[in-house]
């Protein structure tokens, strides 16, 4: 499981004057809703309180000392005993507020922070980041008011200069295997540069989807390299799984089961079966993964429903 923090700090580093967020960026909420639903939330019980209601469509822990029940929360008495509740999640987001990101960024393998320009007045600050991390990624919106950016960073060891092109893949795979897409992703497009490689690509495009990269270039980069070689096993996994987040589920699963019969092991049999089981998303003319069939489908499935 991933522990990931996510916040919007001002270039001084505030997050919150008087229990509330010093501004109002929609377009920045939309970005929280979007990347946390689904999963697990932890906040601290005034972050709660600000907010006033638990956020839907995710599982809310509040961390309090003394607080009893929060209808629709789940409470947790300290850090450790969160986490512990979220475990088996895929990914859970550290929320806030400042006591609790102080506690929480050693832990957190990703960092998801907007940057709010200018100098505001607050109370609360967001702390400064151990040591490790590395920007990987990185979203300016000039446009929004005030301007802000949009950075995610992950703990790695540096990628250091002057490595080359195979160490570059080799770490993009242990990054991969850790699902830290951003470092893989950020390993895989450099190792191309200094040495084009099709299974790299297709490397490449798997973590470029998966880091929220755009679907088209994943894809028909996915597609080049199972056309340079198609028997390549890696690459087959690859192509399907990126042509199913892509939104193409039949060619994808067409593309796993030739994997499976072209001798692909039990990851593809593993892929099949989650895919394959899988029912139809609530509202078809969107994405699976758009926060509204997330949402529904959670709900529903809540309901016994789904
Ligand atoms: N900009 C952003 O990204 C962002 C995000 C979130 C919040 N905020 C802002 O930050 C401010 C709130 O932050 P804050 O630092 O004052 O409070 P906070 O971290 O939200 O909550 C502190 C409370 O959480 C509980 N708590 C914290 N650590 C705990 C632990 N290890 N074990 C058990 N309980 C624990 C305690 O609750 P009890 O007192 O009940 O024991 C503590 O009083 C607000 O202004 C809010 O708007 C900003």
Redesign the pocket.
């Known amino acids: 499981m991933i522990i990931s923090t996510i916040?919007?700090?001002s270039d001084n580093r505030v997050?919150?004057?008087d229990?509330?967020?010093p501004w109002n960026i929609p377009s920045d909420l939309t970005r929280f809703r979007s990347i946390t639903m689904g999963h697990a939330v932890i906040?601290?019980?005034?972050?709660y309180e600000?907010i006033g209601q638990p956020l839907v469509g995710r599982r809310n822990i509040v961390?309090?000392?003394?607080?009893s029940q929060i209808e629709g929360c789940e409470i947790a008495?300290?850090?450790h005993a969160a986490i512990a509740a979220a475990e088996g999640e895929e990914e859970v987001f550290i929320?806030?507020?400042?006591?609790?990101f102080e506690?929480a960024l050693p832990l957190c393998q990703r960092v998801y922070l907007t940057i709010v320009h200018g100098n505001y007045q607050g109370d609360?600050l967001f702390p400064e980041l151990p040591a490790g991390f590395v920007e990987l990624h990185r979203e300016e919106f000039p446009d929004t008011t005030p301007p802000s950016s949009f950075v995610v960073m992950e703990k790695v060891e540096r990628v250091e200069a002057g490595v080359d092109a195979q160490q570059l893949r080799r770490k993009g795979r242990e990054a991969l295997n850790r699902q830290l897409f951003f470092l893989a992703r950020r390993c895989f497009e450099q190792a191309q540069t200094l040495e084009e490689n099709p299974e790299t690509a297709s490397d490449l495009a798997f973590s470029l989807i998966k880091s929220g990269g755009e679907a088209r270039q994943a894809r028909e980069m996915a597609e080049k390299a199972l056309w340079q070689e198609p028997k390549n096993i890696r690459i087959i996994l690859n192509t399907g799984r990126v042509l199913i987040l892509s939104g193409d589920k039949s060619k994808g699963l067409d593309t796993l089961r030739k994997g499976v019969k072209a001798g692909g092991g039990p990851e593809f049999l593993a892929e099949l079966a989650r895919c394959g089981t899988r029912k139809l998303q609530p509202i078809k003319s969107l994405p699976r993964s758009h926060p509204l069939n997330r949402y529904l489908g959670l709900m529903l499935h809540r309901m016994n429903l789904k």
């Open positions: 916040a919007a700090m997050i919150g004057a229990g509330r967020l906040m601290g019980r005034k972050t600000s961390l309090t000392r003394r607080g008495r300290n850090l929320c806030g507020g400042g006591e609790v506690e609360v």
